[in-house]
């Protein structure tokens, strides 16, 4: 039988674009699992658990998760030791703190994630039948695992969507070079891939409104009733994604409204999937406007989310969201001030249609960011880069095609100088951006945000940034300095010679501290490095293997204390033999008024303690006896 060629050709032809696109979706699925870790936040468990607790179990609320092993004695972040994604609704069920949007949208995956989990049971369990047990804390792995898959698959999804959505407007060059900017030179890989944030599920919603409105446009009327529907779906889900997407609704209904008139109808038609949403919220919280609107949302927003209406605020803030180093936009992804021509272009050409809708968009995310220069904490807690400007991303991206077509596409009548300039600076800022990405995808997650502890100060140092730290981080991990585990444990040995207080007073050891309840100090130890093994700092990149002194409390009965919080002071740079430094940290004192004894023990990050046989060597401990006041 022979091949016929030309028909193979022609077949082809014909399925070009639904080729390219398979292709696009498979490279960003690809490199998005590549890295092999989860980098997300607790915040998506809620989500993430939803809907494999509804398939097995056949609820909707998370009572059977009462003390399970997501509670935590004394959490500082809730009461009774609810974590703070749980929530007690007045209705007397445990409910998520969080918005539902990703886990409707997500919920097809997790349907084939679930009917993957009971074949794989049933073959193990002979066809019995078993049951997922959720509750279980080696559910946690496969949770995570699943997590993480169904943030690259979605991620990747919302990249094949943005690249058809730029083919409507641009060339194919402009496409392909606008979607890797998108897919791989913006926390788009570092963040949304990675896990199940609300952030990847609110992108692919934006994106799917663009680009059903981009085809809307260019469709016959009975066809653009359909576009418009689906327009309108995802307009329903934004606000339950994230509260924040009420005002892309509002932008994209005054596109609607303004272009098709009446035919706005079938958007709200469409909209009527804010009723999930919705009814999940009247259900748990009642019928007040704020309860309908927020849920859950509205007990974090106490706790963690105000607003701050002031100059000094917004200006550091501002620059903050845009060039710190530790949390800047522009930092960790320059490539997007190529959109400044695009953002020029959409307002010149403003009364088109096309520029219509993204210059609405635009003032949208505008409006976003400046709502975040009032916003506490502006700096979206523990996270690589500006979290919350990840939702303008699909907006800024598309606009960078207006760049590549006129700068690198379309300069003609520019001088070959020029032409070489501007691709040179081009290709050096989507280097570094890419790279940028590579860093914070592969190297261990939240290393610079949780050592040495937080401070909002720590957002503006150059000389120990996110990137700096995680890229040695990525350094130590490809060439680690700790090999024979054993033998450096041996050669290390060391001495903590003094304990001093925030002011950097020394605290005899003959003293009873005096502290409140709860209080956070900040304490230093200084050290010697009594050893032929050199030490590492939190600062060097290195985990397992770096040097730490523990601090832990004990009761009159000598029992140990739990405390809210990892209690440990962080040794800076790398120090060798004979030479001496300072460990700091804020340390938090338990809750309970009454006499205790404070420890602070020399360590190795995940490799137990100072081993016995070098106390004589110097003192390795150091006790300090403490008293919790009673509050007034």
């Known amino acids: 039988m022979k091949l ?29 699992l590549s890295n092999q870790q989860l980098i997300s936040s607790n915040d998506s468990i809620p989500n993430s658990l939803l809907a494999f607790h509804w398939l097995e179990n056949g609820s909707l609320n998370f009572d059977a998760f009462r003390d399970s092993y997501h509670y935590m004695p004394n959490d500082i972040f809730g009461a009774n030791g609810i974590p703070y994604f749980f929530v007690e609704a007045p ?37 019995a039948n078993p049951a997922l047990d959720l509750t279980n804390p080696a559910f946690e792995t496969t949770r995570q695992q699943f997590e993480k898959l169904a943030g690259a698959c979605l991620t990747a999804l919302a990249v094949m969507i943005f690249h058809l959505a730029v083919q409507i407007k641009f060339n194919k060059s402009v496409a392909l070079f606008a979607t890797f900017i998108y897919a791989f030179a913006t926390l788009n890989w570092a963040i949304s891939a990675q896990g199940l944030w609300a952030h990847t599920v609110f992108n692919l919603a934006l994106i799917s409104i663009m680009l059903a409105l981009f085809k809307a446009e260019r469709s016959t009327a009975s066809r653009r009733h359909g576009l418009l529907l689906v327009a309108g779906f995802f307009c329903g889900l934004l606000p339950s994604i994230r509260l924040t997407g009420l005002l892309f609704v509002l932008a994209i209904f005054a596109y609607v409204g303004i272009t098709y008139r ?16 919705l009814f999940w919220n009247i259900f748990y919280f009642g019928f007040s406007l704020k309860s309908s609107i927020a849920g859950g949302y509205s007990t974090l927003m106490q706790t963690s989310g105000e607003y701050i209406f002031s100059v000094d605020y917004f200006k550091e803030a501002f620059f903050g969201l845009l060039i710190s180093p530790g949390r800047g936009t522009l930092i960790f992804s320059p490539i997007l001030l190529s ?39 502006w700096w979206g807690a523990i996270t690589y880069g500006s979290r919350f400007l990840i939702d303008t991303l699909p907006v800024f991206c598309y606009l960078i095609g207006y760049f590549l077509i006129e700068f690198l596409f379309g300069g003609r009548y520019r001088s070959r100088l020029q032409s070489i300039g501007i691709w040179l600076a081009f290709s050096l800022l989507l280097l570094y951006s890419t790279l940028v990405q590579v860093i914070g995808a592969f190297s261990q997650p939240h290393i610079w945000d949780i050592t040495p502890g ?83 700092g939190y600062d060097t990149g290195l985990v397992k293997g770096q040097t730490i002194v523990h601090v832990e409390f004990f009761d009159q009965n000598d029992q140990q204390i739990k405390v809210t919080s990892l209690n440990y002071l962080y040794l800076p740079g790398q120090i060798v033999q004979g030479e001496t430094a300072v460990a700091s940290g804020k340390i938090r004192f338990p809750q309970n008024p009454g006499e205790y004894k404070l420890v602070l023990r ?31």
């Not at 360590?603 to 007034?632: H, N, W």
């Open 4 to 32: 016929d060629f030309t028909q193979i050709r022609l077949m082809l032809a014909k399925h070009t674009l639904g080729l390219e696109c398979g292709l696009v979706f498979l490279t960003a699925l690809f490199v998005y």
């Open 91 to 127: 209705n007397g069920h445990l409910t998520s703190a969080y918005p539902i949007g990703p886990a409707i949208l997500s919920f097809p995956l997790y349907v084939l994630f679930f009917v993957y989990l009971k074949g794989i049971a049933l073959l193990q369990s002979g066809f």
């Open 262 to 277: 009446k035919q706005v109808i079938w958007l709200v038609i469409g909209a009527s999937s804010a009723l999930f949403n």
């Open 339 to 377: 959109a400044i021509p695009g953002i020029y272009r959409i307002f010149q050409h403003r009364q088109r249609t096309d520029e219509k809708l993204l210059l609405l968009l635009l003032a949208a995310c505008g409006i976003l960011f400046l709502q975040y220069c009032f916003y506490r904490p």
């Open 454 to 536: 937080f401070e909002q100060s720590r957002f503006w140092d150059w000389q120990d940034s996110p990137i700096e730290r995680h890229a040695r981080n990525l350094k130590v991990t490809l060439n680690p300095p700790v090999i024979d585990t054993k033998a450096y444990r041996r050669r290390w040995k060391g001495e903590i010679l003094q304990l001093q207080d925030g002011n950097n007073q020394v605290i005899p050891a003959t003293n009873v501290l005096q502290v409140p309840p709860s209080q956070e100090i900040l304490l230093r130890a200084k050290l010697q490095n009594r050893g032929q093994s050199a030490w590492f």
């Open 602 to 632: 020399l360590g190795l990050m995940q490799m137990a303690r100072l081993p016995q046989s070098s106390q004589g060597a110097g003192r390795s401990t150091y006790e300090l006896k403490i008293r919790v006041q009673a509050p007034d």
